[in-house]
């Protein structure tokens, strides 16, 4: 009996485990917001020199906010078209395909359901397109705005 109880082993309680981890955890990402504020302030005060040595010296600033947003327009656009045709016809398949397998004896069903996703998909591959072919019509627009806005060197 007295070996018994000698033997037992002496652990820490799950809470005290489970609070030196959370604490760690917590000081880890503070530490790592700090981190990153005091990069992006130096980021911040180094674009901010270089503006002003490149104005001190008479060089023209960067685009204009309007050719920015304009790039910012042309991504976004992009990304939208690129995962609207992937995701939609994916969906829509993915779809299809669960709905037609427990419908085995109606073929007509099944029919009607796979010209529905492939319609869908058209739709999709369309308005991507679209959006597409929109979004660089305004950029052609745009860059002789950004030629007469900028002076030469």
């Not at 600033?61 to 309007?66: C, R, T």
């Not at 004896?105 to 869908?120: D, T």
Request: charged fraction near 15%; hydrophobic fraction near 55%.
């Amino acid at each position: 009996m007295i070996l018994a109880q000698s033997d037992a082993p002496n652990t820490a309680p799950i809470w005290l485990i489970c609070l030196a981890v959370g604490v760690a955890s917590l000081l880890v990402f503070v530490s790592f917001i700090v981190l990153l504020f005091r990069h992006l302030r130096s980021v911040r005060q180094l674009t901010h020199t270089e503006r002003m040595r490149s104005l001190e010296a008479g060089f023209p600033l960067e685009a204009p906010e309007e050719t920015k947003t304009q790039a910012k327009f042309m991504h976004n656009a992009f990304w939208i078209s690129f995962w609207l045709v992937f995701s939609v016809p994916a969906a829509a398949m993915s779809a299809a395909s669960a709905g037609t397998k427990t419908v085995n004896e109606s073929i007509a069903l099944s029919i009607v359901v796979w010209i529905g996703a492939a319609l869908v998909s058209v739709a999709a591959v369309v308005c991507a397109t679209v959006l597409m072919l929109n979004s660089r019509s305004h950029r052609a627009d745009d860059s002789d705005s950004l030629r007469k806005t900028t002076k030469p060197l």
